[in-house]
């Protein structure tokens, strides 16, 4: 019969006696160093001589506060023990493996390997979430699109790309992890045997999971790529109209001011020294110059470049 060991934050003391075997250095460095920063350490299986270790990281979109954090969760497997150490992030919160371990508890007859199986299931479902989660983001993002200011828009776009960028460098280690096990490329080396046939293929069902994550995350890149896309096309257009509208009130007062400068001139001087009379201003003057105005107006209507 195997049981499930499950830590949160241990201590040096804690984790010795909760090892069922002496593990190597750097493993060991690994299970007593805090979570980090982002994705790392890098997702990882690895199969010694009686114990497999494992580092998963989850990734978590806090959507009211528009981020995404990572959950870290190191895995010590053995015949008779499997030992998970919960890491608390500096802004977020632990792994909960509560419900799986509840199922494991119950039935006495699971193998490590079907517990370890368990816990990659909550994992690959928890991927599948966020990338629903990121997809609302995205959907979110295109509403606003005609709403919001461009700099909101362009903050929400960055973040968003950053995300997805971080997500799937920590997915695709976790997928190409998990493809081991069902490879049959990593188990312990002393003899015995942790992943049974059985527990292999439901290995891959977890793969599967995973696959579909991965392919839910390229859709969820075309899909932000789209509303970048015409985020642009939009600021263009919106640019394009302010032109149109500054041409068309410049090619109105054209002919104002060319008219203004004509009969702004002295005639007294330029015609043999005769003085036009006073009419002259107000009727070609402002009457041609208003006519012009609504002449030109009435054709931009009339071609619909207003």
């Known amino acids: 019969m195997a049981e499930w060991i499950d830590l949160l934050d241990p201590t040096k003391a804690e984790l010795d006696a909760a090892l069922p075997v002496a593990v190597h250095d750097r493993a060991l460095q690994l299970l007593c160093a805090p979570a980090r ?6 997702p990882r299986l690895e199969g010694h001589q009686d114990y497999v270790f494992g580092v998963i990281l989850v990734p978590v979109c806090i959507r009211e506060e528009d981020r995404v954090f990572y959950q870290e969760v190191d895995v010590v497997a053995t015949r008779e023990r499997l030992v998970t150490v919960r890491k608390t992030p500096e802004r977020g919160f632990p792994f909960d493996p509560s419900d799986v371990v509840a199922v494991a508890s119950t039935d006495p007859a699971l193998s490590t390997g079907e517990m370890a199986q368990l816990l990659a299931d909550l994992v690959a479902e928890d991927y599948l979430n966020l990338v629903d989660a990121l ?8 509403d606003g699109v005609e709403r919001w200011p461009a700099s909101q828009i362009r903050d929400r776009i960055s973040r968003l790309r950053h995300d997805l960028l971080h997500v799937r460098r920590t997915l695709a280690p976790t997928r190409d992890a998990i493809r081991r096990i069902v490879d ?9 045997e942790l992943f049974t046939r059985d527990v292999e293929i439901a290995f891959g069902d977890v793969y599967d999971k995973l696959l579909r994550a991965t392919d839910g995350l390229d859709l969820s890149r075309d899909l932000l790529a789209s509303a970048r896309d015409y985020h642009q096309a939009k600021i263009a257009n919106d640019q394009n ?10 090619t109105i007062f054209l002919p104002l001011a060319f008219l203004t400068g004509f009969f702004g001139q002295n005639f007294t001087y330029l015609v043999n020294g005769i003085e036009p009379p006073q009419w002259t201003f107000w009727v070609l003057g402002v009457g041609l110059e208003i006519g012009a105005a609504i002449g030109l107006f009435a054709l931009m209507k009339a071609r619909r470049w207003l």
């Not at 920063?37 to 890098?42: G, K, Q």
């Not at 997809?135 to 295109?142: F, G, H, Q, V, Y």
């Not at 109209?241 to 410049?250: D, F, G």
């Open 37 to 42: 920063h982002d994705d790392e350490p890098r």
């Open 135 to 142: 997809n609302d983001e995205i959907d979110e993002l295109e």
């Open 184 to 192: 049959r490329r990593i188990d312990l080396t002393d003899g015995h």
């Open 241 to 250: 109209e302010v032109m149109k509208r500054l041409a068309v009130i410049a």
